[in-house]
């Protein structure tokens, strides 16, 4: 089983929902609120799928979490364009956009909806250029542990559900 979803806001960035206070780092209120805004939709659009996805990870199971963010744009609009002395407008074709500072609180929106230590997790973070519509999707499988190389003898009794994907690394 799969479960897949669409949220149509991009995460802010590490910086902007995270504040270092002494050693600890907290998230502040715009990062509560995305998370807030992100499990709402998980929990509330998609309970059945929740449901049926915890049912057969079970605990013996890992999850792959898919994060794809759809940018406005990858692309430096001034690097097309030439100055007076020969030029680029801009030093780089891209954006420095990087989709790994965003995605820590979908992972943890994420893990705290459904309820699932992130631990068991492998994730794959992409990103895509869309400026008519900006958003994240997410989508949750059952993988198969053993495929991670994770011993049977730590897994409980019994083989792991037959429907987990098998990924070949």
């Known amino acids: ?60 199971l890992f999850l792959l ?12 609009e001034g690097w097309l364009k030439i100055n007076r002395s020969g030029k680029r407008g801009a030093d780089s074709r891209y954006k420095r956009l990087d989709a790994s500072n965003r995605v820590k609180v979908v992972e943890d929106a994420v893990v705290e909806a459904i309820g699932i230590d992130d631990s068991r997790f492998q994730a794959i973070v992409m990103k895509h250029m869309d400026p008519r519509r900006p958003r994240v999707e997410v ?13 049977t003898t730590y897994l409980e009794q019994g083989s792991p559900v037959s429907g987990a994907r098998v990924v070949h690394p």
Do not use: C, W
């Not at 990062?31 to 807030?36: E, L, N, P, T, V």
């Open 139 to 151: 989508s949750l499988e059952p993988l198969d542990p053993r495929e991670f190389g994770v011993p």
């Open 1 to 60: 089983m799969i479960l897949s979803f669409s949220f149509p806001e991009i995460p802010p960035s590490i910086n902007h929902i995270y504040a270092q206070v002494g050693p600890r780092r907290i998230l502040k209120t715009v990062g509560k609120a995305y998370k807030k805004r992100l499990q709402q939709v998980l929990l509330h659009d998609h309970a059945r799928e929740v449901e049926a996805l915890l049912d057969e990870a079970g605990d013996d």
């Open 65 to 76: 979490l898919s994060i794809d963010v759809y940018f406005p744009t990858l692309v430096n």
